[in-house]
C-alpha cells in the first residue's frame, strides 16, 4: 500500500519547535504593563525581606511573535474535530459549534465575577435555570445540580447522593454494583464514596445478566451504576426487569450517561427507572473536549434525591428573580467551589437552543445510523464479538488480525497514516483486543466510506503485509513513541541544561 | 439541522445499505414502552442571530460594572489578546486527551511546558497535568498525603478559603478522617500555639493557604518544621499564584496546590478554572491525575506522551489514586500561555503593580479612618473592618459602577461586618479611591 492509495490525507511540511524555555534569551519580552498610577512599593519593604524571591529561575523570556509561532507550531502537530473523524468511542467526539465559542466570550458573561452579588448576576443564574430545565426535560428527571465539574466528578457527586439517600432510610449500605464493561471512573469514583465493588459480569448478549444480578442484590447493596447504552453500543433491553430487582430490594439506579447521546429526544432515563444519573456535557451537548477538559458533568435526580443535592441549589423567588439556595439541611454539601463550570454551561445551552428538540432527535438518529452503517460495512473484515443490535458505537475486536501478529493498538496507529484519529483501543475490557469505534452524527456519508475503506485496506494489509502496520506509523512527524522508557525513567519537567 | 452534514438522500442510501425501512427500525432494541412518544418541550431550533440575542440578553441583565473590587479565590488580571487568539485553534480546543501521542504531540508539549512552569513557581520537583480547580485540588492533596503516610487526621487553617473547605468535607465525609480546623491570630496568619497544641503522630496533614483568604501571606518555613516535626506532611494551597512573581516560593512545602485561574483564564462566573497540584518527587506515585511525560521515538527523536498510568481509574479503577479521569488541558495551556507572555520579568513586574495597588487602598482606607482587620503582610487582598452591612453604601457604589469587595460575615460569622478587597493591576487609582471615600464616608 503506498502513499497515493491514501484518498483523504497526504503528508505536508510541519515546522520544528523546540520548548519554549529553549527559546528564552535574557531581555525579550512579550509584554508590557500601563504606567503604574499609584507609587511604587519595595516588595522586600512591603512584604519582608524573608517572603521575597529572587527570581523566577528558568521562566522563559520570550518576545510576542515567538509565543505565536511556537504555540501555532504546537497547534499544528494536534489533530482536532475540526480536522477529520475522531472515532474515539464513549468520548463522543462530535462537531463543537462555532457560535458557542462566541457566546461564552461575551463581555459580562466572561467577565463576571463569581462572588457578585445574585442582584447583578440575573443573566448568569437565568442561563443556569434555562440549561436546567431544558436537561429535565431532556432526561425525564426531576432535579439537577450544574455544579460537578466532569463526568467523574458528578458520578462521585451522585453516589454520594445515592448513600445520604440510603442514609436516610437508616442504612448507608455497603456495596455498589458495577458491570465489568463499565467505565474505569465508577468503581474509582464508588471507592471514593466509601462504597465496596461488586463486579456484575455481562451476559453472552453483552448486557448484565439478570441472574446474576438477582444473586448479588441484597439489602446491602445501596446501587447499581449501569451505563445505557453500555459501552458496548448495546441499549439494557431488560431495563425494566433490572428497575424491579434493585427497586424491589431498596436499592438505586445510578445512570452513567456518557452515553446519553445515543437516547436523547428518543428515550429518557427518567422514564427507564433511572434514579440518578451524569450527564457529560461535553460529549452529548457538544462543548469542546480542549484537549483533555473542562468538561462539565450535571447531576439530574428523581425527587426522592432532591433533598440532597449541592448547595448552592438554584432557586426561584416568588417575584420571579433567581437566587442561590444555601439553606438546605439535607445537603451533602458543596462539590466545587462556586456555581460550577459556567463557561461550558453556556456552550451547552447554545447547542440545545440551535438544535431545539427536533435537531437534538434527528442529532440522535444520525449518530446512530452513521454507527450502524459502518458497523454494517466493516463486519466481515473484523470480528464481531457481540452481535446484539447497536446504538451509537460498536466493539470490534482484533482477532482476526491478531492471527497475523497484528493487534488493535497497531490497527490504531495505521489509521493514523490514512488521515483518521483512531477508535478507543483496548476498552472495554470485556473484548479482548477492542476496536471501540464511535463516529458521532458530525460525520457525512463521503468520510464514514473513507474511513471503512481505510479499515478494510488496514484488514487487508494485516494480512498481506503486516508489517506496513506494525511499523505504523509511517507518516507522522514523530515515529511510535517509547511509553516504557517513559515510566522507568519519568522525565516530567524541563531543567535547564547541565542541572537535569 | 445545520451541523448535519447529511442529505434526506443520503439518510436514504445508508438505510438502504444498513437493510433498514426507516430510522424508527435504528432503535427497535429500546423497547416500546420506555420510547419517548412525544417530541421535548424544547421549541424549534435557533439560528445564531436569535442564540446571539438571547446571550447578550443575559449579559446585559448581569448590570454591567466599571470596576470590581472582589477576589476570594477569582482575580482579574489581564489576558494578553495572543492568548486567545492561541487557544482558538481548533486543533488544540477540539481534540481529546491525547491517547494517541504521535497526533497529540502539541498538547502534550504545552503540557509538559505546564508541569514546568508551576513547579518553577511552587519550587517543587513535579507537578501534574492539572485538576478541576483548586477547591477540588485540596482533597485531592488531602488523599495524597494520607496514601503517603497512611494517617488518618488532618489539620487545616480556617483561613483557608471557605469554599474549599466545604468540598474537603464533603470529600472526606465517607473517608474516615478526621478535620482539625486551627484559628487564626491578630496577625491573620495561621495560629502556632493553637497549632502545636493540635499536633501529633496521627497528624498526616498540616493544611495551609498562603496568601491565605484574608490575603495574608503565612510563615511558611515555620509550619513546614512544626509539620515535619510530627512526621506530618505539609501542603501549601496557593488561590492566587500571581504572587508567586515576587513571593518566596513555598520549597518547604511537601505538596503545593490550588488555582491557578489568575493565570489567564477568564473569570466566567466561576469556571471553568484550573487546579494545579506540585509535590516533591518522593510522592510522585501517589499522585492523582494526569502526567506527562518526555520519551524518544523509534527514530531516538525527543517526544512526550501520557505516563505512570498505572495510578489512574482506567487502569487501576477501584485502588486508583483518584476517580479523576481528565485534566483542565484547555485552562491548562491558557496558563501556559499566560506565563509564557508575561515571562520572567512579566509576571514579577505585575505582582509588584498588584503589591503597590493593594498598598495605595489600604493606605486611603488609614486615611480614611478605617481599620485593616488583620496585621500580617498582605499581597493583594486584605480585610477591612467594620466597614461591611450598609445596604446605602452598596448602592452608592453601584452608582459610581463599582462592585466593592466581599462581605465576610456569611463565611466567618466572628468577622460579620469586615469585607474583603482586592487590588489587582487592573484597578485605576481614581476608582480605588472613589470606592475608598465611599465605604468610609
Known sequence: ???????????????????????????????????????????????GPENVRAELEGFPEVSEIEVVRHFTRLSTWNYGVDTGAYLLGSCTMKYNPKINEVVARLEGLANAHPCRPESLAQGCLRILRDLSKALVEITGMDAVTVQPA?????????????????????NPRQKVLIPDSAHGTNPASATLVGYQTVSVASNSEGTVDLAQLDR??????????????????????????????MHSRGGLIYMDGANLNALVGVSRPGDFGVDVLHLNLHKTFSTPHGGGGPGAGPVAVKRILEPFLPV?????????????DFDRPQTIGRVRAFVGNFGVLVRALAYILANGAEGLRQSTEDAVLNSVYLRQLLEGAYELPYRAPTLHECVFSDKKQARHGVHTGDIAKRLIDYGFHPYTVSFPLIVSGALMIEPTESESKQELDLLADALLAIAREAEQEPETVLGAPHSTRLRRLDEVQAARRPVLRWKPAGRE | MRYLPKSPDERRQMLQKIGCASIEELFDSIPPEVRLRTPLALGRGQSEPEILQYFRARAAENTREEACFLGAGAYDHYRPAALDALISRSEFYTAYTPYQPEISQGTLQAIFEYQTLMCQLTGMDVANASLYDGSTALPESVLMAMRANGRRRVVIGRSVHPEYRQVLTTYLQHQNITLDEIPYAESG???????????????????????????IVEDIPALAARAHAAGALLIVMIAEPVSLGILRPPVEADIVAGEAQSCGVPLSFGGPYVGFLAAREKYVRSMPGRLVGQTTDADGSRGFCLTLATREQHIRREKATSNICTNQALCALMVTIFLSVYGKEGLREMAIHNLSKARHAAERFRQGGARLRFSGRYFNEFVVAGIGNRPRVKERLLEQKIIGGLELGSYYPELDGSVLFCFTETAGQEKMDQLVQIMTE
Open chain 1, 216 to 245: 448479588l442484590m441484597d439489602s446491602e447493596v445501596a446501587a447499581l451504576m449501569l451505563t445505557n447504552p453500555n459501552t458496548l453500543g448495546i441499549f439494557e433491553r431488560q431495563i425494566t426487569a433490572i428497575g424491579e430487582i
Open chain 2, 189 to 215: 496568619q495561621m495560629e502556632e500555639t493553637a497549632l502545636a497544641d493540635r499536633m501529633g503522630a496521627d497528624v498526616s496533614a498540616v493544611v495551609v493557604q498562603s496568601p491565605n483568604f484574608f490575603g
Open chain 1, 150 to 170: 466532569a463526568g467523574a466528578h458528578g458520578e462521585m457527586t451522585g453516589l454520594l447522593l445515592v448513600r445520604a439517600y440510603q442514609q436516610a432510610q437508616g
Open chain 1, 1 to 47: 500500500m503506498s502513499d497515493q492509495d491514501i484518498r483523504k490525507a497526504a503528508r505536508h511540511v510541519s515546522q520544528n519547535e523546540g520548548l519554549i524555555f529553549e527559546l528564552s534569551s535574557p531581555g525579550k519580552a512579550a509584554y508590557q504593563l500601563p504606567p503604574l498610577d499609584v507609587p511604587m512599593v519595595d516588595p522586600a519593604e512591603a512584604l
Open chain 1, 312 to 324: 448552592p441549589l438554584l432557586r426561584e423567588n416568588a417575584d420571579g428573580s433567581l437566587a442561590l
